[in-house]
């Protein structure tokens, strides 16, 4: 077990590397750099911002000083917020996607699973095709249609909920909705499609003509052999939500990481790119170590290969 996890733990320390490089040199090729305003700026003003923020250096240097820069979890100033850190950013911007991210997960783990596992026990009857039919107007109607509905009917008509922001812990219950609403209705028709697979299995067979209890075949047997696909799609969902989503963000005004993600990428602020998909990163290549993990725990078969 501990081999396992060592050997996962180096390959994720590997693919954070690859990342790291390969998103400090994409964004020194594209055309144009952190300075190329709109208004064209005279040469020695242009100049003196490359050598106070060391662009100046040869591309190898930079890159050398931005690794170290990373080991020290210095991920240095912002080229378009001038006299603010990047660390700073992501301080600003992180709790308020974090509690959002969290909310959702927990909407998703409440009523994702659980529906989807009641569809498979009740096939073909009438809770399986409510749900089937949930799930899927669910996914297709897009995350900002159903915000807007959600403002319209819970804000403005009811006063219910406020119309932006998150001072409150009311601000967090109508974008944690949104955000939850397409993942649920996923992740309940994954666990429908994988429990009925493990229904059909011949150790639930098995299990039945020992004479065990129908609850104890289900959450002993069924239940824990298909959640290998659930755990997956839940640990990619969390590590997503975690790290922003413009979107619902900017049509709740939640001062999360997303409006941080899009400013920098079309003003071109090299070091606050990179800082947030390097936090994107790290936080996806993490929950993929402790699904890896989980794998384990639910089934002993999974070994390292």
């Not at 403002?151 to 403005?156: A, G």
């Not at 299990?207 to 289900?218: F, N, T, V």
């Not at 999360?256 to 920098?264: A, D, E, N, Q, T």
Request: glycine residues 6%.
């Amino acid at each position: 077990m501990l081999a396992y996890i060592f050997k996962r733990f180096i390959m994720m320390l590997v693919t954070m590397f690859i990342i790291i490089t390969a998103t400090f040199f994409l964004m020194r090729a594209i055309p144009g750099g952190p300075f190329s305003f709109d208004r064209v700026l005279p040469p020695s003003v242009e100049e003196a911002l490359k050598a106070k923020y060391n662009l100046d250096k040869p591309l190898h240097e930079q890159y050398f000083d931005y690794l170290n820069g990373i080991l020290h979890f210095d991920f240095g100033p912002s080229y378009v917020y001038f006299g603010q850190n990047v660390n700073q950013m992501i301080a600003d911007g992180w709790p308020a996607s974090a509690r959002l991210g969290l909310y959702s997960t927990i909407l998703i783990l409440i009523f994702g699973v659980p529906m989807g596992i009641l569809a498979a026990l009740n096939r073909n009857r009438m809770a399986d095709r409510v749900t089937m039919v949930i799930s899927t107007v669910g996914i297709v109607v897009p995350s900002f249609v159903l915000a807007t509905v959600l403002l319209y009917l819970f804000s403005v008509r009811l006063e219910w909920l406020p119309t932006f922001g998150v001072e409150t812990w009311q601000g967090y219950i109508l974008p944690s909705i949104c955000l939850a609403v397409g993942a649920i209705c996923g992740i309940a028709r994954l666990a429908r499609s994988s429990m009925l697979d493990t229904l059909h299995q011949d150790y639930m067979r098995t299990a039945e003509s020992k004479g065990l209890s129908p609850s104890r075949i289900i959450f002993a047997h069924g239940l824990r052999n298909s959640l290998i696909p659930v755990v997956t799609s839940l640990g990619m969902t969390f590590a997503a939500l975690l790290t922003g989503t413009f979107v619902i963000e900017k049509i709740f005004a939640v001062p999360g990481l997303g409006r941080y993600f899009v400013y920098s990428i079309t003003n071109r602020d090299y070091t606050a790119v990179m800082a947030l998909t390097i936090v994107s990163s790290a936080v996806m290549l993490i929950a993929v170590f402790i699904i890896d993990i989980i794998y384990v725990l639910i089934d002993p078969r999974i070994k390292f290969r």
